[in-house]
């Protein structure tokens, strides 16, 4: 490329353009380039030392491509630099020094390279920044003392690396800190009592180490966390009572630790809290009744401690409990007959203690479920590219020793529904998958059976690359399961609630996503023969890979359209998110897709369901207005237009007569070839509504 042509060029934003080959040194005749984007390429090679030059940058990402070797220390010379990014290659030796002169970056993001070596001392005269993430990478070393000079820091992430030796007692000087995230080290000592000045913090996460002693009480001052996970260390002592006073808590996890005393009654006053995992531990004493108040609580692990007494009747007020496990303890006396009405229950188990009555739930005996060696690359069913997978029970002459998920036990567990759990597994070979698993109970319902079936079916003939990959399945008397790819960041839903997960969906990040999922069901309404309606499009069934990359799941109650019939069914979907036009035809179209789609995609702008602002008395409203907070609002024109074009088709989905609504095709095909929307953010929602079928009439122009 000639870049003698492009000497005053202020912005290069190329990502996600499948580009190739390397950065030419020639690059550096750009003198006044203030935004380099080249992310999500096939770019390789190495960082030319003449980036060094560009001095007016002010913004660099090379993320997501496959650059090598070191990062050249003349980036050190960009005195400008408010953000690099260079995550997601294959960057290796230590991290320079020489950036730790970049006294005005505010975001330096390395995480998932091959750095090594430590994170140099030097890193304290970056006083601006506030963001720093080094995760997934060999780095090893003791973290630095001098971090703690690093007063504006919102959010520290050192994840997965080999860092060594105490967390330094000057972590406590980090006041704006929001986001403390130390997992998988070889972290030793104690947590320093100083981390209780971190009042602002809202995920603290130092699982995975070797820390010892016992859990300060200080922690109990960190009234805004919402995320505490200090599992798999060596902690001891008991669970402060000032824990208490954390009421934002939505996951407790302290789970393998050696932890004793009694659980204190003020457990009861976390009411916000969802999952309480403390299994593993040497926890004595009864189960308080106060955990009765806990009335999100979802998930409760107790099991293998020394609690005794009985089981508390209170926890009939948890009415979300989907799992609990009191197993290997010393409880006894009679199950409360109260358990048995809790609606959501599906995983019980009380083995191993003194318990008399009716469990919960009828559950079978456990068993081994393991597969051959070529189980999923060998054992081929009637469809040239599903594989079948297998399950043996108890008979360990036909596989080897090897069970993903250890009998699905509840670790393994990313989720949970109406239908059963989904469970994190690891095959042989190494590959990531995700088992859905149908639940005992609702395998012998036939509605159930049929649905898991119906998604078998139709997974073996849809193939597109925004549809989730089914990989295997077992249709098995006792255990019923698929094989699916596994999706490293989860759910929308919970990426959209979540404020650290929020904050990483950028504004194009969510403009992809919503791209993707348009695109995927064009494929299924226009591409596939006969058409298939997947009935049940809302957050919680697009799945987002570690790319934040999004593919449509769940299948179960998608309906081949037949041309030569009414198509009439009874009412499927999630609430929130079905057409209206369903609650008095019953009639299934394409079109009750597209609504559910416009529903995704302004829930995926604004973080949140859009619930009444749909309704007339919300036509006032500006875009900008209902634009996620937790994003700083865009500024970069190219996103603007994104987000605008976005929106108009949104409220074209939206329109309540199904007749009025575009087709899936037409709004692929305008995320492949946009019209520019004049008028930008300021465009109210009446002005959105107002456009409505006139999408596709060029250039758009709001009057104002």
């Known amino acids: ?69 070191s990062i050249p220390p003349e980036l050190s010379n960009l005195k400008n630099l408010v953000t690099l990014t260079l995550s997601d290659n294959s960057f290796s030796g230590p991290i320079p020094s020489a950036l730790c002169h970049l006294e005005n970056l505010r975001h330096l993001f390395m995480d998932h390279n091959s750095l090594e070596g430590a994170l140099p001392r030097e890193i304290g005269n970056m006083r601006n920044l506030e963001s720093l993430d080094v995760s997934y990478n060999t780095l090893n070393g003791p973290i630095p003392r001098t971090l703690g000079r690093l007063a504006k820091l919102r959010s520290l992430i050192l994840s997965r690396n080999a860092i060594n030796g105490f967390i330094p007692l000057e972590i406590g000087n980090l006041t704006n800190l929001k986001d403390l995230q130390l997992i998988s080290n070889i972290l030793v000592g104690s947590i320093p009592s100083t981390i209780g000045f971190l009042s602002d913090l809202t995920n603290l996460d130092l699982s995975y180490n070797v820390i010892n002693g016992s859990i300060p009480s200080q922690i109990g001052n960190l009234t805004n966390l919402e995320h505490l996970d200090l599992s798999s260390n060596i902690l001891a002592g008991s669970i402060p009572s000032t824990f208490g006073f954390l009421s934002n808590l939505i996951l407790l996890h302290l789970f393998d630790n050696q932890i004793n005393g009694s659980i204190s009654l003020e457990i009861g006053n976390l009411t916000n809290l969802c999952r309480l995992f403390l299994k ?22 107790l099991s293998n401690n020394q609690i005794n007494g009985s089981i508390a009747s209170s926890l009939k007020n948890c009415k979300y409990l989907t799992y609990l496990d009191l197993s290997y303890n010393n409880l006894s006396g009679q199950i409360p007959s109260q358990l048995h009405n809790l609606p959501s229950l599906s995983y019980v188990n009380f083995r191993y203690n003194n318990l008399s ?70 095959l042989p070979s190494g590959k990531l998958v995700a088992l859905k698993k149908l639940h005992h109970r609702e395998a012998e319902e036939p509605a159930f059976d049929k649905s898991l079936k119906n998604e078998v079916e139709l997974l073996t003939q849809i193939r597109h690359r925004s549809i989730v990959k089914l990989y295997g399945f077992c249709l098995h008397q006792r255990c019923m399961f698929l094989v699916y790819e596994y999706m490293e960041k989860g759910s929308l839903f919970c990426a959209l609630r979540n404020d650290v997960g929020a904050v990483e969906l950028k504004w194009m990040k969510r403009a992809h996503i919503i791209k993707d999922i348009a695109h995927a069901l064009s494929y299924l309404h226009h591409d596939c023969n006969p058409p298939i309606v997947h009935r049940d499009i809302s957050s919680s069934n697009v799945l987002l890979n570690s790319e934040f990359k999004s593919f449509v799941a769940d299948f179960g ?51 949140r369901h859009p619930g009444d602002i749909l309704s007339s008395s919300a036509q006032a409203i500006t875009l900008k207005e209902v634009l996620d907070p937790r994003l700083p609002p865009p500024t970069n024109e190219i996103v603007i237009q994104n987000i605008c074009t976005i929106a108009s088709l949104i409220f074209s989905c939206l329109h309540s007569n199904p007749k009025y609504r575009p087709s899936m095709k037409f709004v692929s095909q305008e995320f492949l070839s946009p019209k520019r929307l004049l008028g930008g ?14 999408t596709n009439v060029g250039e758009i122009t709001v009057p104002r």
């Open 357 to 426: 009555g009716f469990v919960p739930l009828q559950l079978p005996q456990p068993f081994d479920v393991s597969f051959t060696c070529d189980s999923l690359h060998g054992q081929r069913t009637n469809s040239p590219e599903i594989f079948q997978a297998t399950v043996f029970e108890g008979n360990k002459d036909l596989h080897p020793d090897f069970s993903p998920t250890e009998n699905f036990d509840l670790r393994y567990c990313i989720g949970s529904g109406g239908y059963g759990s989904v469970y994190r597994a690891q």
């Open 681 to 694: 953010l300021e465009i109210s929602f009446l002005e959105l509504r107002n456009l409505g079928m006139h």
């Open 557 to 607: 109650v998608a309906r081949l359209l037949d041309p030569d019939s009414s198509n009439h069914t009874v009412l499927a979907g999630t609430y929130g998110y079905i057409a209206p036009e369903l609650a008095y035809t019953m009639a299934v179209t394409e079109k009750c897709d597209v609504y559910s789609f416009g529903v995704v995609a302004l829930e995926t702008l604004m973080g």
């Open 1 to 69: 490329m000639n870049f003698s042509c492009f000497s005053n060029l202020v912005r290069l934003h190329l990502p996600n353009h499948e580009l190739n080959g390397s950065i030419p040194p020639q690059i550096s005749i750009l003198p006044q380039l203030r935004y380099l984007n080249l992310s999500s390429n096939n770019l390789a090679g190495e960082l030319p030392s003449s980036l060094g030059n560009l001095s007016r940058l002010v913004e660099l990402d090379f993320s997501s491509n496959n650059f090598i070797n």
């Open 280 to 301: 593993g531990n040497k926890i004595s004493g009864s189960i308080p009744i106060s955990l009765g108040d806990l009335r999100n609580l979802a998930f409760l692990d």
